[in-house]
Every structure is written in C-alpha cells, then in structure tokens.
C-alpha cells in the first residue's frame, strides 16, 4: 500500500535517474575499456539489487566515474576484462568478510587528505582524458593524452565542440540560475535536459559534412540477434588465472 502512496513522487524521479544513469554506465564503461554491456549490467545490479539490499529508500547506487582510470588499468595490467572480474569477486569476497567482522572502523584510521589526493588526481586525469572528447578529437592508438590534447585544438570536430559547448552551458544554466526558479527545474534535470538536447542536435546535423559528427564519438551498443546472441555478450571471470 506504502508502494502506491509515493508511486506519484517515485515514478519521476526514476525515470529522471534513468535518462542519466544510463548514459553514464556507457560512458564509463567505455572510459575503462570495459565491454558496454558490462556497463548496462553494473546499472541494473546497482539500481535494483543493491537498492533492494541497501534499505535505504533515498540511495542511488550507480557507476563512480573516480574509478575508471583504476579499472582502466587493472584491465590491462591483469590481462584482460575477464581477468579483471576475478579480482572483482575477490574484492567482493573481502569485503563481505570485513563486513561481517565489523571491520568498518577501519576507515577511520585512513587520514582524509590521502583520499581527497586520491580523488583530486583521479578528477585530473578524467579531465584531462575528457578535453579530446570535448573537441570531438579521436587521437591515434598509442598517443599521449597531452598529444591528444594539443591536437584536439586544430583536429577538432564542429559538431561535437557545439553540443559540449551547449551541454555545459545548460549544466551551469540549471545549477546556477533555473534550480531556483520551480519545482520544474528540480524534478527535470539539468544533465538530462543535456543528453536529449544532445540527441536532437545528432539527430538533425548527424548526417552534415559541417556539423556531422565522427561515429567513432558515439558509443554503439550491441544489439543481439537472438537468444544466444544476448547470452554471448555475458563475460565470467576467469577463474584459471588464480593458479598462473
């Protein structure tokens, strides 16, 4: 009955969390080099499974884009995203067992600037990885981020510097001014006001030489055939790696 009696603050306020959680699972399994549907499935875990197992009825889980340069180079240091999931499991593992030993406390004893330094240079390098995109530049395999960042200013996509432009600018708009201004401008959001003015703008320019936008930009999602298909895109740890 509770269900039903908060269905009409619910329901919007989920569908607001979905235009931008979704987007925001691709990206940054894109930015780790993770397969993009792993993306798509770490957004379901977090939003129904650990939202039912939290308790919390406020509790958004989702991606930490703070984590896509570790997870970025556990992938290539360990030797593959499959690799990668078994240290996943493990940590998982871990931390059940530290839950269960009441070993939170622990924390505690981790001073907070080591942390906020961890996230400020975390924040750095996504930045700096983000300014290529920005620009719609696709750097060359193997090129530095400085060299992409240098080249992405005479390399530079018209359409892709205009949506960013426009994107960021509705972002400081709704933050800074119209958050304010109504309810309206609370229950829709700024990010995703962004992602479908973004989706207009491809959608009418994507074709034009001009303002056309490069597809390797666009992250492209498969779609399954069939059943065996949606099934074959499942990655599982591998196990094996534990004995080498």
């Known amino acids: ?4 009696k908060t269905l009409k603050n619910d329901l919007p306020a989920s569908i607001v969390v979905f235009f931008v959680a979704l987007p925001l699972c691709l990206g940054i399994a894109l930015a780790s080099g993770a397969p993009l549907f ?7 875990v977090g939003g129904i499974v650990v939202g039912a197992l939290s308790g919390s009825q406020i509790g958004v889980s989702g991606p930490a884009a ?3 340069a570790i997870v970025l180079t556990s992938i290539g240091t360990l030797g593959g995203f499959e690799n990668f999931l078994v240290a996943v499991v493990l940590g998982g593992v871990i931390q059940i067992v530290l839950g269960l030993l009441r070993a939170g406390i622990i924390g505690y004893y981790f001073p907070s600037s080591v942390i906020k330094g961890m996230l400020t240079g975390i924040g750095i390098i996504i930045i700096l990885k983000q300014i290529p995109v920005f620009f719609g530049y696709i750097g060359e395999k193997g090129e530095g981020t400085f060299e992409q960042i240098l080249s992405s200013f005479t390399g530079f996509s018209l359409g892709s510097t205009i949506i960013a432009l426009v994107s960021l600018g509705i972002l400081i708009l709704w933050s800074n001014v119209l958050s304010s201004k109504g309810k309206i401008f609370q229950l829709i959001q700024g990010p995703l006001v962004a992602v479908v003015v973004g989706i207009i703008f491809y959608t009418m ?4 030489e001009t303002l056309g936008i490069n597809t390797k930009s666009l992250v492209s999602v498969p779609v399954p055939s069939d059943i065996d298909s949606f099934f074959g895109q499942f990655s599982f740890p591998n196990f094996e790696v534990i004995t080498k």
């Open 66 to 68: 703070g984590l896509a």
């Open 1 to 4: 009955m509770s269900l039903f």
């Open 38 to 44: 792993s993306g798509l499935i770490a957004g379901i």
């Open 205 to 208: 320019f994507g074709a034009s």
